[in-house]
């Protein structure tokens, strides 16, 4: 496409934007349990607008833009509250999960040769369900990565990570939870072992850090995965996740700042002056950090804990129907996170007839399930969903696959 000539007026754009997302995922309907992250009309309100504040402003200068280090500081100062950071505990806004993990694994190899002097090929330790965000940024950084098979309940095998661990291993990973099965790891025994051997341990909690505490004040039983386990060094929590906070916003916790500092990008060799980042990106949208700071101060902890409660709530009620339905549940989630797998019938084949009645959700491959990361508005889609969930397995059950023509979204 050739750029136009002549410009466009804004109210042509407009509509014709609109008109491109007409064949998007309904995600403002419910149908979309994935990506997008819906709590409600009103929390979509209060994104944009502080979004737009500070749409122009650029994180990366501190000493210009005062305010937007003020928000950052108390949006970290807020996450680390919830997740049981000691004192002396700091961290970083990021522009996402694949950000916060990266520079973890930044901060731990730094670590590893400027502090242990380590040499030649590091390695990561993490369980097979970990996210592949790990892998991207050990290819960066050209460390081995090790997946360890998960245990039969699904969960990180600690006794085979342990072993897999050897004298260039500066990483050992657990997710809270995992991205395929939201099921939490065993955090604390992995704790153990990352005390015992040395070692740097990361929880991924990009799914899981800002609704799991929520979830626990609700009565829910959830075990240990944060700073309150004495070996977990740094921890990434998404807050475009259930933070409901605007893409992209995530954030990288540390249990001292010494080791943050490993994270640290300093360079002075050059012509412009001294260049500091903390984060991969140079600039930073002061939109994501305003809107964060706006969210979390909006919603306040009643306000997450109501929206965690319509989560669960929402994930109970699918387990219950599609149970019924003859499906099982993989382990015992206690998240916003179900995948749910079949005895009999193909996964493939109710998921496709699922997409044409308009769900875009996701797939486990191993074992073959179907996966659905829920939102507090699916609460008042559930009945929908598992009526759709019981026609599209009675379709594939009788081989009447055909039976749908309609447009996925109709």
Same mark, same amino acid.
């Given at each position: 496409?050739?750029?136009?000539?002549a410009?466009?007026? *804004?109210?042509?754009?407009?509509k014709?934007?609109?008109?491109?997302?007409?064949?998007?995922?309904? *995600?403002?309907?419910?149908?979309?349990?994935?990506?997008?992250?819906?709590?409600?009309?009103?929390?979509?309100?209060?994104?944009?607008?502080?979004?737009?504040?500070?749409?122009?402003?650029?994180?990366?200068?501190?000493?210009a833009?005062?305010?937007l280090?003020?928000?950052?500081?108390?949006?970290?100062?807020?996450?680390?509250?919830?997740?049981?950071?000691?004192?002396?505990?700091?961290?970083?806004?990021?522009?996402g999960?694949?950000?916060?993990?990266?520079?973890?694994?930044k901060?731990?190899?730094?670590?590893? #040769?400027?502090?242990?002097?380590?040499?030649?090929?590091?390695?990561i330790?993490i369980?097979?369900?970990?996210?592949?965000?790990?892998?991207?940024a050990?290819?960066?950084?050209?460390?081995e990565?090790?997946?360890?098979?998960?245990?039969?309940?699904?969960?990180?095998?600690?006794?085979?990570?342990?072993?897999?661990?050897?004298?260039?291993?500066?990483?050992?990973?657990?997710?809270?939870?995992?991205?395929?099965?939201?099921l939490?790891?065993?955090?604390?025994?992995?704790?153990?072992?990352?005390?015992?051997?040395?070692?740097?341990?990361?929880?991924?909690?990009?799914?899981?850090?800002?609704?799991?505490?929520?979830?626990?004040?609700?009565?829910?039983?959830?075990?240990?995965?944060?700073?309150?386990?004495?070996?977990?060094?740094?921890?990434?929590?998404?807050?475009?996740?259930?933070?409901?906070?605007?893409?992209?916003?995530?954030?990288?916790?540390?249990?001292?700042?010494?080791?943050?500092?490993?994270?640290?990008?300093?360079?002075?060799?050059?012509?412009?002056?001294?260049?500091?980042?903390?984060?991969?990106?140079?600039? #930073?949208?002061?939109?994501?950090?305003?809107?964060?700071?706006?969210?979390m101060?909006?919603?306040?902890?009643?306000?997450?804990k109501? =929206?965690?409660?319509?989560?669960?709530?929402?994930?109970?009620i699918?387990? =219950?129907?599609?149970?019924? @339905?003859?499906?099982?549940?993989?382990?015992?989630?206690? @998240?916003?996170?179900?995948?749910?797998?079949?005895?009999?019938?193909?996964?493939?084949?109710?998921? =496709?007839?699922?997409?044409l009645?308009?769900?875009?959700?996701?797939?486990?491959?191993?074992p073959?399930a179907?996966?659905?990361?829920?939102?507090?508005?699916h609460?008042?889609?559930?009945?929908?969903?598992?009526?759709?969930?019981?026609?599209?397995?009675?379709?594939?059950?009788?081989?009447?696959?055909?039976?749908?023509?309609?447009?996925?979204?109709?």
């Open positions: 496409m050739m750029m136009p000539k410009g466009k007026n *804004w109210d042509s754009l407009e014709e934007m609109l008109a491109r997302g007409e064949g998007d995922a309904k *995600w403002r309907e419910g149908k979309t349990a994935v990506y997008v992250f819906n709590a409600g009309e009103e929390v979509t309100e209060v994104q944009k607008k502080a979004y737009t504040l500070y749409m122009s402003e650029n994180g990366l200068g501190p000493a833009f005062p305010s280090n003020q928000m950052e500081q108390e949006v970290i100062a807020m996450a680390l509250s919830l997740l049981h950071g000691p004192e002396g505990s700091c961290g970083t806004i990021t522009s999960g694949t950000d916060s993990i990266t520079m973890a694994i901060a731990a190899r730094d670590l590893a #040769r400027n502090e242990k002097h380590l040499v030649g090929q590091l390695n330790v369980p097979y369900s970990a996210h592949p965000a790990f892998d991207k050990s290819m960066l950084m050209e460390l990565v090790r997946r360890i098979p998960i245990g039969t309940d699904y969960l990180a095998d600690v006794d085979a990570m342990a072993k897999a661990v050897d004298d260039h291993t500066i990483m050992l990973v657990g997710s809270a939870p995992s991205f395929p099965y939201g939490i790891d065993p955090i604390i025994a992995l704790g153990k072992i990352a005390e015992e051997k040395n070692l740097w341990l990361h929880v991924d909690a990009c799914v899981g850090g800002y609704i799991a505490p929520f979830v626990r004040m609700n009565g829910i039983n959830i075990p240990d995965f944060d700073f309150s386990v004495t070996g977990v060094k740094s921890i990434s929590a998404d807050l475009h996740k259930y933070g409901y906070c605007a893409k992209g916003a995530s954030t990288v916790l540390f249990r001292t700042e010494a080791l943050k500092q490993h994270m640290v990008f300093d360079c002075k060799n050059w012509p412009g002056g001294r260049m500091v980042t903390p984060t991969l990106a140079g600039t #930073r949208p002061g939109g994501a950090i305003s809107a964060a700071w706006a969210i101060n909006f919603l306040g902890i009643d306000g997450y109501a =929206k965690q409660k319509a989560v669960c709530d929402a994930r109970e699918i387990e =219950k129907g599609a149970s019924e @339905l003859g499906f099982e549940i993989l382990g015992h989630p206690v @998240l916003g996170i179900v995948a749910f797998s079949h005895p009999t019938l193909s996964i493939f084949a109710i998921y =496709k007839q699922m997409f009645r308009g769900w875009v959700t996701s797939l486990t491959t191993e073959k179907l996966h659905l990361m829920l939102s507090p508005f609460l008042t889609v559930t009945d929908t969903y598992l009526e759709d969930l019981k026609l599209s397995t009675a379709q594939v059950e009788s081989g009447d696959t055909d039976a749908v023509t309609e447009s996925r979204y109709s």
